[in-house]
T-cell receptor, first 114, second 115 residues
Framework: AQSVAQPEDQVNVAEGNPLTVKCTYS??????LFWYVQYPNRGLQFLLK??????LVKGSYGFEAEFNKSQTSFHLKKPSALVSDSALYFC????????????FGDGTTLTVKP | KAGVTQTPRYLIKTRGQQVTLSCSPI?????VSWYQQTPGQGLQFLFE???????NKGNFPGRFSGRQFSNSRSEMNVSTLELGDSALYLC??????????????FGPGTRLTVL
């Protein structure tokens, strides 16, 4: 079984400061890891993914994520937050054999204050 | 390329009724998955279709069903609606279902309210 945990319901940062949104996962095989963002009344938008290779993955809108196999984590980061980054962020995991089924974390609400 | 479209965007039904939601994937995408999003349960996987076949199913009662057509468009049906079925229903498409490497592209969702 695959599972994802996002330990923080809410993250607050000041504009211009770095941000981190945490995610840990559990799978029995090799993980495929994803970050999505959801704005109010909208569907989810893909930000980035880790499949294999470099542990640091770069994605859309200046976001990046670091895959850490020993800690089973995939934290989302951005060096300098913008007010427009305020949204709901979801981490998701899939096992290679479970292609169509993504398991999502509960989501973290990011608020960036001016 | 047009994105994933879902119709209708909003629905209000009463308990006991049934409802059908529709999803058109991105052109060329053959995998369609459905998710239920609620404040209490978060995002939960309903089912996934590829080439008109259900390939994965989540832990939902048999009142929830779906199908996929030859043009990859998908519908999901909920019969005998309950108050707890009120949710945002999201459809997602991806290029292939045989690999978990492909990200999913989500539609805007259908907001179902059961009174």
């Amino acid at each position: 079984a695959q599972s994802v945990a996002q330990p923080e319901d809410q993250v607050n940062v000041a504009e211009g400061n770095p941000l981190t949104v945490k995610c840990t996962y559990s799978v029995s095989g090799n993980p495929y890891l994803f970050w999505y963002v959801q704005y109010p009344n909208r569907g989810l938008q893909f930000l980035l993914k880790y499949i294999t290779g470099d542990n640091l993955v770069k994605g859309s809108y200046g976001f990046e994520a670091e895959f850490n196999k020993s800690q089973t984590s995939f934290h989302l980061k951005k060096p300098s937050a913008l007010v427009s980054d305020s949204a709901l962020y979801f981490c998701a995991v899939r096992e290679g054999t479970n292609a169509g089924k993504s398991t999502f974390g509960d989501g973290t609400t990011l608020t960036v204050k001016p | 390329k047009a994105g994933v479209t879902q119709t209708p965007r909003y629905l209000i039904k009463t308990r006991g009724q049934q409802v059908t939601l529709s999803c058109s994937p991105i052109s060329g995408h053959r995998s369609v998955s459905w998710y239920q999003q609620t404040p209490g349960q978060g995002l939960q996987f309903l089912f996934e279709y590829f080439s008109e076949t259900q390939r994965n199913k989540g832990n939902f009662p048999g009142r929830f069903s779906g199908r996929q057509f030859s043009n990859s468009r998908s519908e999901m049906n909920v019969s005998t609606l309950e108050l707890g079925d009120s949710a945002l229903y999201l459809c997602a498409s991806s290029l292939r279902a045989t690999s978990g490497k492909n990200e999913q592209f989500f539609g805007p969702g259908t907001r179902l309210t059961v009174l």
